[in-house]
């Protein structure tokens, strides 16, 4: 059995997050993408270390995309030193990932408690 790429599974939390807003009611769906992300990241705490084309963590993509509060902490716990890591174009931390793409204050402050420098970070574009 091929093992679940990290990345495919964030973009369903994202998927099934934006479709309740919009709908504004639970899914009832097979699996809830959130529970079988946290037990991937349990069994594999490695898969926080994946990065995308882009060079994207999870955690990059989780700011990026708004993802919930507890899979930014999951991330969080597993890799903290994942706020340090930048992508390959712009140079961004998960913390400008964050503020530029709308995550949530709870996401940004559990950013900065975990790296407070990041706020003194500079991107590729200043």
């Not at 790429?5 to 919009?22: A, C, G, M, P, V």
């Not at 959130?34 to 963590?57: D, M, S």
């Not at 991330?75 to 949530?104: I, M, N």
Request: aromatic share 10%; with cysteine.
């Amino acid at each position: 059995m091929a093992r679940p790429n990290i990345f495919d599974l964030l973009f369903q939390i994202s998927e099934t997050s934006s479709i309740k807003e919009e709908v504004g009611q639970e899914l009832n769906i097979r699996e809830d993408p959130i529970t079988a992300f946290l037990h991937i990241l349990k069994k594999q705490p490695c898969a926080a270390k994946q990065k995308n084309e882009n060079g994207f963590t999870p955690l990059h993509w989780a700011c990026h995309n708004g993802l919930p509060f507890e899979v930014v902490d999951a991330l969080l716990q597993v890799w903290p030193e994942a706020v340090k890591e930048k992508d390959y174009s712009y140079f961004f931390t998960p913390l400008h990932c964050a503020c530029r793409y709308g995550a949530s204050c709870k996401v940004v402050a559990a950013v900065l408690e975990v790296w407070p420098e990041a706020a003194k970070e500079k991107d590729g574009v200043g």
